[in-house]
Every structure is written in C-alpha cells, then in structure tokens.
C-alpha cells in the first residue's frame, strides 16, 4: 500500500541549531502512526514542517503529491489538518462557532450541518455546551472541542501533537479511545505524544525520536515489548 504522507530525509533548523536531521516517517491511508521520545527530542518541530509551518530541507508527499511550495491552507483543502498541542481555540467564541470555524474551507453548508451534528454525537459533552464560549470549558472539554473543530474540515489525514497534555487520566484514556475510533472512518492519524505507552496500544506502527533523528521504528505491538524503550519511556513491564 502506498503511503498517505512521505517524509524523505527532512531536516529543520533554527538558525543554527539543528532540530530535526534527516528523519523519514510515512503514513499509509487509515492507518495511526506515533512518534515518541523526550522533550526536546524534535516531535513538534518535525509535525509542524509536515504541515508546512515551518520550513524544511527533504522531500514531502502527501496522497503521491508533491508537497513543495504548498502552503498551510492549501494542505487543509487537500485533507491534511493539524491539532496543535495548545489547541489554539477562540476562546471568546461558542463552541458551535469554533466547530463551524473548521469547515471554512467548504462550502456545502448542509454537509456542514450533517457533519456538526456527527461531531456532537462524538462529543456528547460540546452538545451541552455548544452555545458556551470556548474559554470557559474544562481542558478535557477543550480537547474534545480541538478534536472535533479538525473533524469539521473532513480530514484524510489528522496530526496530533500531545493530545493528552495536562488532562486527568479518566480523560486521556477518553481521548485515546477516540483517536482509535476514527480508523472506522479511514481518517489516517500521524500522533506526537509524550504519554509512550498510550501513544504505542493506540497506534499501529510507531518511531522513536531523540535528538532529532530516528533512533528505532517498528510496529506498535513490538515496540511497546521493547525493554529499552520500557526503561527509557515506558516504565514498570
């Protein structure tokens, strides 16, 4: 099977620091890929490159196309949709409104209806509040409301950078479970996440990041078993 996303020996800089060196990671469609290691390791900066926030040396592909001068918006229309770790919601909006907001690319609006409608059956919790701004929810509720804004834009591919930060454990186990559930709806998933071992029982195939460069890759099942990565990340056995 072809991959969805290709990254071919990309490497970004700050200045002269460099944070990511020659790393390559692919995504084949309805598939969940992770990538761990620890802070600093250069996650955030490799996703935010595939998404086009920052620029990059290497080769990018998304569904066979070349991702070179394809700006943020325009990778948005063609599928890929990116859920920041700070979520980055308007707060002094509703949550009806923010949802609405990942659609503003589209223009079918009864699609739209249908779609907000199948994210508050997702979300049962944002139906609730769904005239509510957004600065005041919980941050379980915040994520959800992340989750399902990036939903609204009709995704083939989501990039997730550290969807359970900050939140209580009931809520990230919730959060997984619903990250797991959109393989049903052939929603590929490239997942940065600090948490190892919920990232890699999620995930089908993961790689390990650590001073910028892939250090180990393997399917999930096997990584997970891996005892330098249970010292290293995982914990107990």
Same mark, same amino acid.
């Given at each position: 099977?072809?991959?969805?996303?290709?990254l071919?020996?990309?490497?970004?800089?700050? /200045?002269r620091?460099?944070?990511?060196?020659?790393?390559?990671?692919?995504?084949?469609? /309805?598939?969940?890929?992770?990538?761990?290691?620890?802070?600093?390791?250069?996650?955030?900066?490799?996703?935010?490159?595939?998404?086009?926030?920052?620029?990059?040396?290497?080769?990018?592909?998304?569904?066979?196309?070349?991702?070179?001068?394809?700006?943020?918006?325009?990778?948005?229309?063609?599928?890929?949709?990116?859920?920041?770790?700070?979520?980055?919601?308007?707060?002094?909006?509703?949550?009806?409104?923010?949802l609405t907001?990942?659609?503003?690319?589209?223009?079918?609006n009864?699609?739209?209806?249908?779609?907000?409608?199948?994210?508050?059956?997702?979300?049962?919790?944002?139906?609730?509040?769904?005239?509510?701004?957004?600065?005041?929810?919980? /941050?379980?509720?915040?994520?959800?409301?992340?989750?399902?804004?990036?939903?609204?834009?009709?995704?083939?591919?989501?990039?997730?950078?550290?969807?359970?930060? /900050?939140?209580?454990?009931?809520?990230?186990?919730?959060?997984?479970?619903?990250?797991?559930?959109?393989?049903?709806?052939?929603?590929?998933?490239?997942?940065?996440?600090?948490?190892?071992?919920?990232?890699?029982?999620?995930?089908?195939?993961g790689?390990?990041?650590?001073?910028?460069?892939?250090?180990?890759?393997?399917?999930?099942?096997?990584?997970?078993?891996?005892?330098?990565?249970?010292?290293?990340?995982l914990?107990?056995?």
């Open positions: 099977m072809s991959a969805l996303l290709s071919e020996n990309i490497s970004v800089s700050y /200045g620091i460099q944070a990511v060196r020659d790393v390559s990671v692919s995504i084949e469609p /309805g598939r969940i890929v992770t990538i761990i290691g620890p802070n600093g390791a250069g996650k955030t900066t490799l996703m935010q490159a595939a998404m086009g926030l920052l620029p990059s040396i290497g080769a990018m592909r998304f569904d066979g196309a070349d991702l070179a001068n394809i700006d943020v918006e325009t990778r948005v229309e063609r599928g890929m949709c990116l859920v920041p770790e700070r979520r980055e919601l308007f707060h002094d909006m509703s949550v009806e409104d923010n907001l990942g659609a503003y690319s589209r223009r079918a009864v699609e739209i209806r249908r779609d907000l409608d199948e994210v508050f059956d997702r979300f049962p919790r944002l139906r609730e509040r769904r005239r509510q701004m957004a600065g005041t929810l919980s /941050g379980g509720e915040r994520q959800m409301l992340a989750l399902g804004r990036a939903l609204m834009a009709k995704p083939r591919l989501l990039l997730l950078d550290e969807p359970s930060l /900050g939140l209580a454990p009931l809520i990230v186990r919730e959060i997984f479970h619903t990250i797991a559930s959109l393989r049903s709806l052939g929603i590929s998933i490239l997942l940065v996440e600090q948490n190892a071992r919920a990232a890699l029982e999620t995930a089908d195939y790689y390990v990041l650590e001073t910028g460069q892939v250090t180990q890759q393997g399917n999930a099942s096997d990584l997970i078993g891996d005892p330098k990565l249970i010292a290293a990340y914990g107990g056995h």
